[in-house]
């Protein structure tokens, strides 16, 4: 199993450890690092972004993220522990300015961001007509949704509908109608959710996005609403996660009423 360093070099894994093999020089220099790697008869992952390194330890419970140069190391605990058959992957977000690795379990996303140094469970794709969709955030202002084709087995990228451009905003995907819809939310528009519906004319083109009427979810409060999830569910209406700012409160489940033009509180009973 090997990782690619440079144009010339790669990161090579054997019976007796790691080591670096430099293609152009045809040499190898073996690598002395500050933690357990798992047994031979286990699978080991190795991985490599900017400089860092990211490898399984032993009993697979935990990831080892090390520089080669350094006797230091951060140990970064597994969704799963025990877990040897996770997809993994490691990279650096030059918008954040963050590390993050990102795994696949039980076919759900999970994100390891640096900063915050906690797994994020991440939207899972949304699937219509042969065709997987998911967000992808380039950054607060500028969003793609990228495509993945099941029969042609091909990845496209669609414009996320921006009905005011200049404004940071977050966006959720869902199907309504058998059609694909985009749920933006802009906190510095007084909170404004819209729904823009995917319209499919001739030839399976996007021809333009169509949008709902606004809806409001701040009310009468004058902080900004942090949305942690939206849906829409098979009625047409619009549900809303909202996190409190108390730790002491739960997160409040809101949906959209069109007759009250407002978002009603969801009641649980007990």
Same mark, same amino acid.
């Given at each position: 199993?090997? @990782? ?10 054997? &019976? ?8 152009? !020089? %045809?040499?190898?220099? &073996? ?9 031979? %008869? !286990?699978?080991?992952?190795? +991985? ?20 080669? %140069? ?8 597994? /969704? ?6 996770? +997809? +993994? ?6 918008? #954040? ?66 009905? *005011? #451009? ?10 309504? =109608?058998?059609?694909?819809?985009? /749920? ?8 404004? +959710? ?5 319209? $499919? ?9 169509? #949008? ?10 004058? !902080?900004?609403?942090? $949305? ?5 569910? =098979?009625?047409? !209406? ?15 489940? *809101? ?5 009250? @033009?407002?978002? $009603? ?6």
């Amino acid at each position: 199993m090997s @990782n690619q360093q440079s144009s010339s070099q790669l990161i090579s894994l054997h &019976k007796d450890g790691l080591y670096l093999l430099d293609l152009s !020089e %045809t040499t190898s220099l &073996k690598l002395d690092f500050p933690f357990t790697l798992p047994p031979q %008869t !286990e699978p080991v992952c190795i +991985l490599h972004c900017h400089g860092m390194m990211c490898l399984t330890l032993k009993d697979n419970n935990e990831l080892a993220i090390w520089k080669p %140069t350094s006797k230091n190391f951060k140990r970064v605990p597994m /969704i799963k522990p025990g877990q040897n058959k996770n +997809l +993994l992957g490691f990279g650096y977000d030059r918008v #954040s300015n963050d590390y993050k690795i990102v795994t696949i379990i039980d076919q759900k996303t999970y994100i390891f961001r640096f900063k915050e140094y906690c797994f994020f469970k991440d939207r899972t794709g949304t699937v219509l007509d042969h065709c997987m969709y998911w967000i992808a955030d380039w950054s607060n202002k500028e969003k793609s949704i990228l495509c993945f084709d099941f029969v042609n087995e091909e990845y496209s990228k669609l414009n996320v509908p921006m009905m *005011l #451009s200049g404004l940071e905003f977050n966006s959720w995907l869902d199907v309504s =109608r058998g059609q694909l819809c985009v /749920i933006n939310h802009y906190p510095s528009l007084e909170d404004n +959710l819209c729904v823009c519906r995917r319209e $499919i004319r001739s030839g399976k083109k996007i021809a333009r996005w169509d #949008s709902d009427p606004w809806m409001n979810i701040a009310g009468n409060d004058e !902080e900004p609403v942090d $949305i942690r999830f939206a849906c829409i569910a =098979r009625n047409n !209406e619009v549900f809303v996660v909202v996190r409190c700012r108390s730790k002491e409160e739960e997160d409040r489940v *809101l949906v959209y009423n069109k007759e009250q @033009n407002e978002f $009603i509180k969801v009641p649980f009973s007990s």
